[in-house]
């Protein structure tokens, strides 16, 4: 199923490179959120790949319809799909976007690929194995999570930053602690948890399920995790909306992450 994951992506990477390289148009959705015709394109691939796989499994993708939640919430499995991961990175050209594909199973990540069209990256993980693999064009690599070292490398949005950010930062200064904030968009900040290039990524503000859901999956495989900001594991399906509360991606200690996040003081709309 992983290698049929992947050949998807690279199939929806195509799509999306295509458009990437021409004079496209932006529109912008109900939600005042921006979309081209790389989301559109992605989708039906994706979907038609999925549905080829096993129709038996529904979806749910950020470019679809969104079932009630009376339905959604007797699903055993889905897929969650965010086509193009960065619209705005798109429009901007900057290339820090990504395809985004995951299966959960009774809320939890099972098996994802992150793809990064411009780079021919596939970041792909196995939850049950505890497998994360980076493919290239020329090969295919383990990836794994890192111990934390005398730096804290914290990856933090390239459009949603918030004060909240900037606190944990002051308060891990004032413990004494170096902190090194690498600025990136879309999916990728959690990818380099995964990958060992980072410690950790905390989100404050809105985002959806099918932003968070497949580089979770990696992450997990890698050996690292994603946690509401109380260090309960993060869970997909699990009401009506599909909005997510703040939480923070780790690559180790989630309970200590926990703390700190409390201690810096930080306050939520969670809260």
Request: charged letters at 25%; hydrophobic letters at 35%.
């Amino acid at each position: 199923m992983l290698s049929e994951l992947v050949a998807i992506t690279r199939r929806a990477h195509r799509e999306i490179l295509d458009v990437y390289n021409s004079n496209f148009i932006v529109d912008t959705k109900s939600d005042n959120t921006p979309i081209t015709d790389a989301d559109r394109r992605a989708h039906d691939v994706i979907m038609e790949g999925l549905a080829k796989m096993d129709p038996s499994i529904p979806v749910l993708s950020e470019e679809g319809e969104i079932p009630s939640f009376d339905e959604r919430r007797n699903w055993d499995r889905h897929w969650i799909v965010d086509p193009l991961d960065g619209t705005r990175e798109f429009t901007e050209r900057n290339d820090e976007f990504t395809v985004n594909i995951a299966l959960i199973e009774r809320g939890t990540p099972k098996l994802g690929v992150v793809g990064i069209p411009t780079k021919e990256i596939v970041y792909s993980g196995d939850v049950q194995d505890a497998v994360a693999q980076r493919h290239t064009d020329k090969d295919i690599s383990p990836i794994s999570t890192t111990q934390l070292g005398d730096s804290i490398r914290m990856t933090t949005s390239r459009h949603y930053t918030t004060p909240q950010n900037q606190q944990i930062i002051d308060y891990l200064g004032s413990i004494g602690k170096k902190v090194q904030v690498k600025t990136v968009g879309s999916s990728i900040k959690m990818c380099y948890i995964a990958e060992g290039l980072a410690d950790i990524y905390v989100r404050f503000g809105l985002s959806n399920e099918w932003d968070i859901a497949a580089a979770h999956t990696v992450l997990r495989a890698a050996g690292g995790g994603v946690y509401l900001l109380d260090g309960t594991q993060k869970e997909y399906n699990q009401s009506k909306s599909t909005l997510n509360s703040a939480f923070f991606a780790c690559s180790s200690r989630p309970e200590e992450w926990s703390n700190i996040i409390a201690l810096s003081g930080v306050q939520t709309d969670d809260s």
